[in-house]
T-cell receptor
Framework: DTGVSQDPRHKITKRGQNVTFRCDPI?????LYWYRQTLGQGPEFLTY????????KSRLLSDRFSAERPKGSFSTLEIQRTEQGDSAMYLC?????????????FGQGTRLTVV | DAKTTQPTSMDCAEGRAANLPCNHS???????VYWYRQIHSQGPQYIIHGLKNNETNEMASLIITEDRKSSTLILPHATLRDTAVYYCIVRTIIQGAQKLVFGQGTRLTINP
């Protein structure tokens, strides 16, 4: 499968615990995005990487959230001290380099439930 | 990015054409219209995009009005697998994150 891969698909955690999600973009896609989607809403932008550089962060990305993309390949999104309000689907997307019109390819998402 | 307005939900009979409208009255000259859909429990999937001319691909057709203030996505022969939430998004093509700004979309139900 050469699509965007996210791991795990589902995560249940207790409030206050830290969680980390991984995203493997399509090979050679230098642009990587994280979105969050709550029930009944459209996805909301969290952050954007071009290669290894994190170039934009949403105000939704509180200081408990951190994202990395070492070496410009896979990316991780960590949430520290999880809260019930963090329960959502976390989506990763990637786009091809250099093409302003190219579409974003999304992974299947990681569904986080904080209990 | 410009905001879009879509009906909350629509129904369509299997085999018929599904026409999904979208208003984007504040669209600017460097913004394209993109359509994505999201089938239950999956990530969004790209369908089609356009600037001002009508576009067609293997999935759908996109009709954009001459003033670019609205558009219609057409699924010519809807099947049950087309049941999904459809998002109309306007996106700048200038440099920057070019992130997608999703609204609530239209929940399309294809009925047998």
């Amino acid at each position: 499968d050469t699509g965007v891969s996210q791991d795990p698909r589902h995560k249940i955690t207790k409030r206050g615990q830290n969680v980390t999600f991984r995203c493997d973009p399509i090979s050679e896609h230098n642009r990587l995005y994280w979105y969050r989607q709550t029930l009944g809403q459209g996805p909301e932008f969290l952050t954007y990487f071009q290669n290894e550089a994190q170039l934009e962060k949403s105000r939704l990305l509180s200081d408990r959230f951190s994202a990395e993309r070492p070496k410009g390949s896979f990316s991780t999104l960590e949430i520290q001290r999880t809260e019930q309000g963090d329960s959502a689907m976390y989506l990763c997307a990637s786009r091809h380099r250099g093409d302003l019109y190219s579409e974003a390819f999304f992974g299947q998402g990681t569904r986080l439930t904080v209990v | 990015d410009a905001k879009t307005t879509q009906p909350t939900s629509m129904d369509c009979a299997e085999g018929r054409a599904a026409n999904l409208p979208c208003n984007h009255s504040t669209i600017s000259g460097n913004e394209y219209v993109y359509w994505y859909r999201q089938i239950h429990s999956q990530g969004p999937q790209y369908i089609i995009h356009g600037l001002k001319n009508n576009e067609t691909n293997e999935m759908a057709s996109l009709i954009i009005t001459e003033d670019r203030k609205s558009s219609t996505l057409i699924l010519p022969h809807a099947t049950l697998r087309d049941t999904a939430v459809y998002y109309c998004i306007v996106r700048t093509i200038i440099q920057g994150a070019q992130k997608l700004v999703f609204g609530q979309g239209t929940r399309l139900t294809i009925n047998p």
